[in-house]
């Protein structure tokens, strides 16, 4: 295996090789050549017909970066599974991660470039679109370049950014609308770095505050390998409890041993209230300065409870759980750091650690990554608003877009897609015509993530670090009409500095030489360059020799102050924009698998919704089904309601990924996009936009629908088991788990 | 016979020979009613034709059932038509065995609706198939793959038992006919009388023929009674046998029979009247005989009530959550309307029956079968649609679920069908037979005199 | 000779399924899992993996809605009944497929004998001999029984080019009228014993996995052979006291044992090749 020249792999696997003669008159395509017939009578010793054979290759589908191996069979890829060589997901593989064959074989793919001529896009050559990409650059002032990218690593981004660095421009921008920046800001302050490693498996306990980790945030997928462990009881430890404080229940909050709704934007209250209690009960106080300890003093139950909505009894045994599990785990997530004071939020559950002792025990330092160039750039939406006010005031001549969907994801008060238009040359490399490629003035379509080369390093590293090969997996659709955007940049690049590129052939060759060339950097490889190399391939994770670091609390300067409620007697209720396991920011709406998998929780399929407490519900006479708008001071949605007893009931909650005006068959015209609601509030230390802090108000339409669920249709509550024994449910000190193996 | 019976089942002075102008005229020129009634039964027909070729090329899917509906209105049609087939069984096998003369005038027809509707049912298990060009895997026929039908399925037991009967009855039906085409032979002319002469197979009437005749007709009736009450058992067993609640009765076979002699009889009443008016039948169709079979309906539906008091009742306090569950949910939830309908057009309408007053009128007496009738095939509604909708498995609850229009479609067909075949036999065949009510009337003044000579 | 065959097979009929013993009876091999529902997430990656396995359809929202869709595994997700209002202890999720029961109340009301027993354990479902009458859905207590309503491969949404080429050819794309459901993916179990056979030897635990037990990230589902004793699914069921062949399990009828395993409708004898591991919340939290 290890000795099979993958080019040449690639060549003889190829899917234009399994041709299909055309009976009848005429040329057949393989008569007249267009295509060539391969004799299974002699295949090559790696391809057996029927047999399928696994390729290693890297996710990309999120930014956790899971490994994964392609069953390939008669040069087609058929389905993605876990690589159990990658510490990061251990063999294992989510939805969206499986979902990726979709985005490869997806009926909507581009299959050839477009350019922007008179009024509409039409169909152009890769020939003229590289020509002109190296014509419109050509002579133009750095700061009239732009790029924006989604979030990235390895050898793509130092393509990217080279090649952006030799246009003389400083304007590369990594934008990613779900990330959790301010949370990693206020981490690199207290723990002296963005992304520290979680050991959710050695906690006794876990309260979150709204990070998803099951589901949606960092890496759900090492996340919930760690959970099993966490929730095993073995000879030394218990089963861990987790606790998750949120205003909408995510699938770790379904999952949670107590589910606690908090009003949005006082989980900070909450945490210092904790704090003040547990210093109290003599727990943590060495930890503290004298000036945090005073400054905690404040927050006491009363205003916990009238704050945060959170009652006296339920803190009271959150305190007493704090206090007598150890070593426990604090999280603090998207929901708790979306606001105006988010980073404040932040650091007030963060201390949590602190006051508990977890740093060192249950949080830890990464390993030092010895090649920062390649290191993950997770992306920002600071990154967005300085892309877009440079827009607005006429900046940029020339815009490049990758991996990314701004007019979609960019809320309304941006005024994104007019500013947009300002740019006289907008280029999106996309593999969909979505609503960004739709304002572009060339699109120029990309290979699919199972077509392409890549090297990978996750911003969240579990163990070691791992640089995580992305190999392809099958044959190009469409080999004529998509690119890599490796090659695109190495062929733009080029042009601009011939003498440092002119030695690689393609983006392939360039790869191979800037690994194999440092194979000293990884540990356990091969001496022989080819061996190396199709060891990397063959393994699909090179483990990266890197410098353990340890890891300190430093709470000096930490801003955990809270700010007052503000109440909106306009818009009462707060939106809570959620983020579904499938679809994240929107970019994977266009997978059927997708659409057609229930929520987790509302079991919704094929559509957006709005959730509203059952309570609030019948307060304001909106029964399930009603067609509500939604509006805020920046726009309004309509959409169905689905009472939803798992969400705040000051609260509305709408799943986000949905309401694409464009990208395809499965993603157009389904649903409603909460993302153009959100208000212009952001979070004041780092800047991101706070995608918690928006207002609605809600009112009845009058219209009504029959929504789409999974479960079952009944007038009376069908969603509990009727007392008969499907989901049984047994209390952790009467279950004996002596004999469980 | 009560022979101080004031009113007469038949007058005794019809001369036989009037009997056959009578009835033979039925086979020439009807009312034009018959052509209105013929035509709207064909295009009744047509649409369910329609609605199948649809769902036949499209999928089963726009009948617009789902997991869990996985049956709807055509088993519940099914077991409708096959319910309707015990009106002839009753009337011809059970009541001539009884030597009730009464039934004379009126058990050719009945016989025929017996025959009609269970070719009617048969075509509900035609359209309820996914695959309906591989129905023949249901058949026990050797092949080269060696495989049979599963023989422990009931569906399968049904398939035989609806086959055995089928052919039972028009054995039945064709027998008890022969003498009377020989009538219609000896007065047809052109194509008529070769189509009567092969179908009269000779009959000259002579003591032997009449014997064996006899013997015949009693053996083929004795084969028929047990048919019949196995056939609807059976057709029970494909609910009793499943393990569903709601299904999972014990009391179903005899419930379903009873529930079928009803309906029968109920669409008997309906029949005779329209029979009655459209051939100009009232001499024979007499207003006696339509009040006797009104109180046998009565009578049976009073044991039909009976029977769901006990389904009802062991339900209740039996210790299945489940079926107590379904049973109040169907008195409760989304089928309440129907259900309650069903009881009240099962059991409260058939009191009309009790009283003479209504039994006398033709009028009410027509509504009122037509409402027996709508119970019976709500109950058959009731009985599969309920445990679907609220089974075992919560998750799967669907209390939505609306049959399509092209499953209505398919059951409006149906008595199109229904309609139209029978239409088709009333113009080929006596539907009075014609030398039973001679021997009737013989009965009757025999019976006179002896009356009059004590 | 045909009537011979079917006297022959009619005898195995008779024969009762599952027998006293831990693997039910079967020699070779008595397929079977355990999913642990403490760490199930609900995630639904089991169920994504199943359409990429076995060549699911999509069928759109209106057919959704219609209830028509085609998932074998489903995940389900219930309220706690004392507080549906907010639910505190969060959800309670079910991943639910055929239980591949030993005693299947499908295979005995089927017609034409489409779905049976195979000497494996499983609950077969033979596509080219279901003829559509859904009376094994009727009849199934679990209500996983997934019926072809159309023409799914002709239907819009389903596979429209290049989609098809995803298509695992190991098994078929099922037509309109026949039934379907849960294999426990049978094309990786027939080609890890056919391998296995030709080795001379049977399956080892861990050589072959379902779809759905390979993806789950929290390895909830076990799956594996339990006529070999000592395979991970075979421990399972006997250290939490769950035996193939009863209907009440001996550690049930003594009072609380502590043990989590338990099998859904348990007392319909149908006897599910599923166990269950009992969902566990923390009362103190
Ligand atoms: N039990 C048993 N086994 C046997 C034999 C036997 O008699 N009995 N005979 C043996 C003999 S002699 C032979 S030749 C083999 C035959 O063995 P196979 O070659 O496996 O036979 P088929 O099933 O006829 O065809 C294989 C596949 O080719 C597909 N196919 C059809 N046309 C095309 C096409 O144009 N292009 C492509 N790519 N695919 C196509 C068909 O759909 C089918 O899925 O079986 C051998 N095995
Ligand atoms: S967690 Fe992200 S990287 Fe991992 S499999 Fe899922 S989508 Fe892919
Ligand atoms: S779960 Fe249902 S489909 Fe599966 S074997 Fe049991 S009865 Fe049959
Ligand atoms: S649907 Fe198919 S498998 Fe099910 S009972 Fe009918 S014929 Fe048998
Ligand atoms: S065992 Fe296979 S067929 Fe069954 S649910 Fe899992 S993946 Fe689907
Ligand atoms: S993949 Fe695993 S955790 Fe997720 S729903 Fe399925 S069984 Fe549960």
Known sequence: ??????????????????????????????????????????????????????????????????????????????????????????????????????????????????????????????????????????????????????????????????????????????????????????????????????????????????????????????????????????????????????????????????????????????????????????????????????????????????????????????????????????????????????????????????????????????????????????????????????????????????????????????KLRDNLKKSEFKVVFTHYLDETAQEADLVLPLDSALEDWGTHVAAYQPDSIELTMQQPLMEKLYPSGTRSLGDVMLDQLKHRRANEYKDFADYYAYLKSALTRNKGAFSGVSADDETFWNQALMHGVLKVKGQEQSISANVVNLDIAQPAPIGDDQYPFHLVPTVRSGFRDGRHANLPWLQETPDSLTTMVWDSWVEIHPKTAERMGIKEGDILEIASKNGSIKTQAYLFPGVQPDSVAIPLGQGHEAMGRYAKDVGVNPFKLLDPVFDKSTGELAMHATRVKVSRTGASVRVVKEEGWSPIVVNTQQGRKLVSTIAVDKANFSKEV | MNHLNKEKDIREDIAWAQINKDVLRSLEKPRPVYWVLFGLALSMFLVGVGCEIYQYQTGMGVANMNNPHMWGLY???????????????????????????????????????????????????????????????????????????????????????????????????????????????????????????????????????????????????????????????????????????????????????????????????????????????????????????????????????????????????????????????????????????????????????????????????????????????????????????????????????????????????????????????????????????????????????????? | MSTTYMLRDWTKLRETHPQPSPAGGHAEYKWAMAINLDVCTGCNACSVACYAENNLPVVGKEKYAHGQSMHWMRIERYWNEEDVETPHQGAQFLPMMCQQCEAAPCETVCPVGATNHTPDGLNSQVYNRCVGSRYCSANCPYKVRYFNWYDYPEQEMAWPDPLPMQLNPDLTVRSKGVMEKCTFCVQRLTAAKNTARNEGRTVKDGEVTTACAQACPTQAITFGNMVDPYSQVSEKWRHQQVELHKDVQDKDKSGDSGLRGYRVFEELRSYPSVMYLERVRDTKA
């Open chain 1, 1 to 414: 295996m290890s000795n099979i020249n993958r080019r040449d792999f690639l060549k003889v696997l190829g899917w234009s090789s399994v041709a299909v003669a055309v009976a009848g008159c005429g040329k057949t395509s393989v008569e007249s050549g267009v295509e060539t017939v391969m004799s299974y009578s002699q295949p090559e010793d790696f391809l057996v017909p029927s047999i399928g054979v696994y390729y290693a290759s890297t996710c990309t589908q999120c930014e956790a970066n899971c490994g994964v191996t392609g069953r390939v069979r008669e040069g087609r890829i058929l389905k993605l599974e876990g690589n159990p060589e990658s510490a990061i997901n251990l063999g294992r593989l989510c939805g969206l991660g499986q979902a990726a064959v979709q985005h490869h074989y997806n009926p909507d793919r581009l299959k050839e470039p477009l350019l922007r001529q008179g009024g509409g896009l039409q169909p152009t050559t890769w020939e003229n679109a590289t020509a002109l990409l190296a014509e419109k650059t050509g002579d133009l002032k750095g700061e009239q370049f732009a790029f924006l990218s989604g979030g990235l690593s390895g050898h793509l981004k130092v393509l990217v950014q080279n090649y952006v660095d030799s246009l003389g421009s400083k304007n590369l921008y990594f934008y990613e609308a779900l990330t959790p920046a301010v949370n990693q800001s206020v981490s690199q302050k207290l723990y002296g770095t963005a992304t520290p490693r979680f050991h959710l498996d050695k906690a006794q306990l876990i309260v979150s505050f709204g990070a998803d980790f099951l589901d949606t945030w960092v890496s759900p997928v090492h996340f919930a390998s760690q959970y099993t462990q966490f929730r095993k009881a073995t000879i030394d430890k218990k089963r861990g409890t987790l606790v998750q404080i949120e205003p909408r229940m995510t699938l770790t909050g379904a999952n949670a041993d107590r589910w606690i709704p908090i009003i949005p934007g006082t989980e900070g209250v909450l945490a210092l209230g904790l704090v003040n209690a547990l210093l109290k009960g003599g727990i943590g106080v060495k930890s503290l300065p004298a000036s945090v300890v005073s400054a905690v003093r404040a927050y006491d139950k009363e205003r916990v409870n009238k704050e945060a909505g959170v009652s006296g009894e339920v803190f009271d045994k959150l305190v007493a759980l704090l206090s007598e599990r150890s070593p426990s785990l604090v999280l603090s997530g998207l929901s708790a750091e979306g606001h105006a004071h988010g980073a404040q939020n932040a650091a007030a559950i963060m201390l949590l650690n602190v006051v508990l002792g977890n740093v060192g025990k249950t949080i830890d330092a990464p390993t030092r990554l010895p090649f920062p160039q390649l290191a993950a750039e997770e992306g920002n939406s600071v990154a967005l608003k300085r892309f877009n006010d440079s827009l607005a005031g006429d900046k940029f001549k020339v815009v490049f877009i990758y991996n990314a969907n701004p007019v979609y994801t960019a809320p309304a008060f941006m």
């Open chain 2, 75 to 454: 088993i519940a049609t099914f077991i409708f038509w096959i319910g309707m087939s015990h009106s002839g069984t009753l009337l011809s096998a059970i009541l001539h065995l009884m030597h009730a003369d009464w039934r004379k005038p009126i058990y050719r027809f009945a016989e025929a609706m017996t025959t009609f509707s269970l070719m009617t049912a048969g075509l509900f298990v035609m359209v309820h198939l996914g695959r309906l060009w591989q129905f023949y895997y249901a058949l026990p026929y050797p092949n080269e793959r060696w495989t049979w039908p599963n023989f422990q399925s009931p569906l399968l037991w049904d398939a035989m038992a609806i086959f055995t009967y089928l052919t039972s009855s028009i054995i039945f039906l064709y027998i008890g006919a022969i003498p009377d085409f020989a009538i219609c032979r000896d007065n047809a002319k052109g194509w008529r009388k070769n189509f009567y002469t092969i179908l009269a197979l000779g009959w000259m009437g002579t003591d032997r023929q009449w014997r064996n005749f006899r013997i015949t007709y009693l053996t083929v009736a004795c084969f028929l009674i047990p048919l019949a009450v196995s056939v609807h058992s059976i057709v029970a067993s494909d609910f009793a046998m499943s393990q569903q609640p709601g299904w999972h009765v014990t009391s179903f076979p005899p419930y379903f029979v009873a529930g079928a002699l009803y309906s029968g009889c109920a669409a008997i009443i309906t029949l005779f009247i329209v029979l009655r008016y459209t051939f100009r039948f009232e001499e024979y169709m007499t207003m006696p005989i339509l009040d006797k079979v009104a109180r046998l309906t009565f009578a049976i539906a009073m044991v039909w009530t009976y029977l769901n008091l006990i389904e009802f009742a062991s339900v209740w306090y039996g210790h299945d959550s489940y079926s107590k569950d379904l049973l109040i949910q169907k008195a409760t939830g989304p089928y309440a309307p129907f259900w309650w309908t069903m009881i009240v057009c099962g059991s409260i309408v058939p009191f009309a029956l009790a009283i003479k007053k209504f039994r006398s009128s033709l009028t009410i007496m027509f509504i009122v079968s037509l409402l027996l009738n709508l119970g019976m095939w709500l109950e058959r509604w009731m009985i599969v649609a309920p445990t679907y909708s609220h089974g075992y498995y919560p998750w799967t609850w669907d209390h939505f679920q609306w049959p399509s229009f092209v499953q209505w479609g398919m059951v409006f067909g149906s008595f199109g069908w229904f309609g139209m075949l029978f239409m088709i036999f009333t113009k080929l065949v006596p539907s009075v037979s014609m030398y039973e009510v001679k021997e009737m009337v013989y009965h009757r003044t025999l019976a006179n005199k002896e009356s009059r000579e004590a």
